[in-house]
């Protein structure tokens, strides 16, 4: 018997070796879902951040401003976000601080009025801004509203 035999008869034998301990560990599982149960649990949203310059404090902010008035099924307080950032940046946290205040008066208005356009800077878009003050919103208490949140979201003029 030549060398290369012997290795093959090996690599044959641990081959099959392999295969019997593998296929011992091999359990079939079947998954039971049960949606009934999701309204009894709590929901955690994790938002992370790293970099400032290709994560600006900004995006971070309108993510979880667009988290927090997400409509839960259940019950909004079963909802909670969490921020990771990894870069530690005191930017973020007074950006975060910031939204904190803002988001007492932006869930509470997205929720009144049916806000389908959750994140700040996109419903306070020039195009929304045409559409609220051309009076295609039905309300007058939404327009005097509105114009009360942007000055908040933005400083005033």
Not at 75 to 86: I, M, N, Q, R, T
Not at 96 to 117: D, G, T
């Amino acid at each position: 018997m030549t060398t290369w035999q012997v290795e093959m008869g090996c690599e044959a034998w641990f081959t099959f070796v392999w295969v019997l301990v593998i296929s011992t560990k091999w359990n079939l599982l079947h998954y039971l879902i049960f949606p009934q149960r999701l309204l009894q649990r709590f929901t955690d949203m994790f938002v992370t951040t790293a970099d400032l310059e290709l994560e600006p404090p900004i995006i971070t902010v309108n993510t979880v401003l667009s988290l927090m008035v997400v409509d839960y099924p259940g019950a909004a307080h079963k909802l909670a976000v969490y921020v990771s950032d990894d870069a530690c940046s005191p930017l973020t946290f007074f950006a975060l601080s910031e939204a904190a205040k803002f988001a007492q008066l932006w869930v509470p208005f997205c929720r009144i009025y049916n806000i389908q356009v959750r994140v700040p800077f996109r419903y306070f878009s020039p195009a929304a801004e045409q559409a609220v003050s051309t009076g295609r919103s039905d309300s007058l208490e939404l327009q005097q509203d509105w114009k009360h949140i942007k000055i908040k979201h933005s400083g005033p003029l």
